[in-house]
């Protein structure tokens, strides 16, 4: 979307900022034995071949929608399969469901380290490129749209990516979680990110 939005020309200026991950957590016991893997393909195809539980949000959310692609990554068509419920809610109430079930499920990691103490779950796998959640700032292109305020968005994209707001990122949620919820990443290339 961010591609294409340059790519019309209604934005300039697409800058590098922060990239948070989505995680694949599940039962302490790991039933379908993916806490081994790195790839989440992977993970996924052998949560399908064992048959364990999925709780997914199917709700099209980013959430469900970054689980949908991971699933066609993997070649494999979910729905309909008793092993994959959808809970159609919020990624809260479906940890608690997964939790409760003992299941399977795609979380963003913020929301995960938020609700860990009340979860009989734990982070089987992580660190996938695949699981990134890349944040970009964006200028308004002023030749497309002459009403905005180009110096201001100049302004707002050159503070997301200053030092001073890197470090923010950096540091942004280590105190109550033990770990940052987001990653600096300006004045990187995205093909570098998660190694």
């Known amino acids: 979307a961010e591609r294409k939005l340059i790519s019309d020309g209604l934005g300039i200026g697409r800058r590098l900022v922060m990239h948070n991950d989505f995680v694949l957590v599940g039962p302490l016991e790991d039933p379908a034995r993916i806490e081994e893997q790195r790839s989440a393909v992977e993970s996924f195809k052998r949560i399908a071949l064992a048959r364990s539980l999925f709780i997914s949000r199917g709700d099209h959310s980013g959430t469900h929608a970054k689980e949908e692609e991971v699933w066609d990554l993997a070649g494999i068509k979910p ?8 809970s159609g809610l919020g990624m809260g109430q479906t940890l608690s469901v997964a939790s409760e079930k003992k299941g399977y499920t795609l979380t963003d ?9 009340n979860l009989a779950l734990e982070v089987l796998v992580e660190g996938d490129r695949t699981l990134l959640n890349i944040y970009h700032v964006i200028e308004v292109n002023p030749a497309k749209w002459p009403k905005v305020n180009p110096r201001g968005a100049k302004a707002f994209a050159d503070f997301m990516v200053s030092k001073e707001t890197q470090e923010v990122i950096r540091t942004f949620g280590v105190d109550k979680f033990g770990s940052p919820l987001f990653f600096p990443d300006a004045g990187k290339e995205e093909k570098d990110l998660g190694k």
């Open 79 to 86: 729905e309909g399969q008793k092993w994959y419920q959808q």
């Open 109 to 117: 990691r913020g929301t995960f380290l938020a609700l860990r103490r």
